[in-house]
């Protein structure tokens, strides 16, 4: 009996090896598929994740920049995955490329989407999660996201734009019947070749007034943004076009710029939830009066119309203008002195109610209500404000004390501002990118 015993325990011990050994292979097998996939859809120039040697345990320059920089995380439609972007620098090359990852909410099971050798951005989730668009060389894009065997790949990209100035940066509204695109026009600032066709080589600037330069680049070109239609359920290869999109800026008597520069981005301009209205900041002067303001305005774009309506404040910059979730209420970040580049930030917000224009074009026009700032009396400076699920509040971050700090300004009831993170907690908190409320638990991601 003794030996009979002996001999199943054996056996257990070898079945459970052989199925610990399975599992391995199992495992390794997938690895090295996933690997041998993202292999074949490397592209020559790809700079792939760097393997730093650290010496003695000392930080240096080459190993902060051997560390891959993330940026932009989008969760997407269901709430169970993340699409971000990983940079990677190349020392060596004097450059850096980032390419597409994609994760699940809680960090789990990492996968690299792209191993491109020029970057990706702005990826996008669109048509319910099952696609996604994203910029590559100048244009927009647009892929099948497949989740097979293998794990989650890109199928049938497509180049969906055509712009010869290019993309810098775009925006899907809400229903995903339009998108808005940032590109380049010309500025007043001309170039010997405006002005004599025979000098197309002397690099050189004719201009009589400001603004011919910002802090690192001559003003020969201003960004623009632009609407166009799109249908992505048979989105046609290189439709968004310059003929078939609108300058929302068109008519205006100086070419202006949206969104501003050196430093703005798409984040100056914001569609409505039902995707008929765009919420933009811009500082409409020009010349002298440009440089030495700092009085930019909020301006409502109606996308059907083309009708424009001013956000009358007052004051100092005015940027960052973000919708409600039930288009209700707009709020944005204000400086309340023109002139003051260093004036205290402030998070305003205002109703948002609707009118039908008297005129033949039947237009609806806005009717704005109750403005007011909502961080009177707080010390510090607003900064990226992100509406509650339920639009009764505003995240926001603000430097307190040396420490980035994340807090919640109330619009309904007795309002105020608390701070969601502890003041003991040495290290900064950025606006959350998600949140998901349920019951009476509210996550940030």
Known sequence: MTGNRHIRTALQVLSWMAGI????????????????????????????????????GKMTPEIMLSLGKVSDPQVSPDGTLILYNVSYTCIEENRSCSNIYLCRTDGSQKQQLSARAESISNARWCDGGRKIMYLQKGQIWL????????????????????????????????????????????????KPADIYSDLGKADAIATDDLMYRHWDHWVLEIPHTFVAGINLKSAKPKNIRPDNSTDILAGEKEPYELPAEPFGGIEQLSWSPDSRTIAYSCKKLAGKAYAFSTDSDIYLYDVESGSTVRIVSGGGYDTNPVWSPDGSRLCWISMERD????????????????KTSGGSSGARMPVMENVRDLTEGFRYNASSPVWSPASDGIYFNALAEGLQG????????????????????????????????????TTLL
Request: aromatic share 10%; proline share 4%; charged share 25%.
């Open 143 to 190: 892929a099948e996201l497949k989740l097979t065997k293998k794990g989650w790949s890109m199928r049938n990209e497509e180049q969906i734009s055509d712009i010869p100035a290019g993309v810098s940066e775009f925006s899907l509204s809400p229903d995903e019947t339009r998108i808005m695109y940032t590109s380049r026009v010309k500025s007043n600032v001309q």
């Open 339 to 354: 002139g003051y580049e260093a004036d205290k930030q402030r998070l305003m917000v205002a109703e948002i109610g609707w």
């Open 406 to 441: 994340l807090f919640m300004a109330g619009i309904t009831g007795e309002g105020g501002i608390s701070r969601l993170n502890g003041e003991d907690l040495w290290y900064g908190f950025s606006s959350p990118f998600h949140i998901e409320a349920s019951g009476k638990d």
């Open 21 to 56: 050994a399975c599992i391995v292979y199992a495992v390794s097998f997938l690895v090295k598929r996933s690997y041998d996939i993202m292999k074949k859809n490397t592209e020559t120039g790809y700079i792939a994740k760097p393997e730093p040697v650290v010496t003695d």
